[in-house]
């Protein structure tokens, strides 16, 4: 079973920063297009950013300006730098890999980690 493992959440007041990292002991995240998602209580978990194996990135509208998502394949972890962080952006935020193969694709999850942003 492969498993992603993200860190970096916490309590932070609005306006602040946090970056969250992503990882894994089974796989090279290096050759995965890399996808951050987040769920608030009580809505439907939504796409935040995409981090393509070549380091671009793209992002959802409402975080597009203050989110970065980036890859350092030494360290095999991909990033997520959240600044000028917003009590709506309070939800649990999950690492996901995807890869296009033969003969089929791979989806791998992390167990997700919790941002907290409130005065």
């Known amino acids: 079973q492969v498993q992603l493992v993200e860190s970096g959440g916490g309590l932070v007041q609005p306006g602040g920063s946090l970056r969250l990292s992503c990882t894994s002991s089974?796989?090279?995240?290096?050759?995965?297009?890399m996808h951050w998602y987040r769920q608030a209580p009580g809505k439907q978990r939504e796409l935040v950013a995409t981090?393509?194996?070549?380091?671009?990135?793209n992002y959802t509208d409402s975080v597009k300006g203050r989110f970065t998502g980036s890859r350092d394949n030494a360290k095999n972890t991909v990033y997520l730098q959240m600044n000028r962080l917003k009590p709506e952006d309070t939800a649990v935020y999950y690492c996901?890999?995807?890869?296009?193969?033969?003969?089929?694709?791979?989806?791998?999850w992390g167990q997700g980690t919790q941002v907290t942003v409130s005065s």
């Open positions: 089974e796989i090279f995240v290096s050759i995965y297009t």
């Open positions: 981090i393509q194996t070549g380091g671009s990135a």
């Open positions: 996901h890999a995807h890869r296009v193969s033969t003969p089929r694709s791979y989806d791998y």
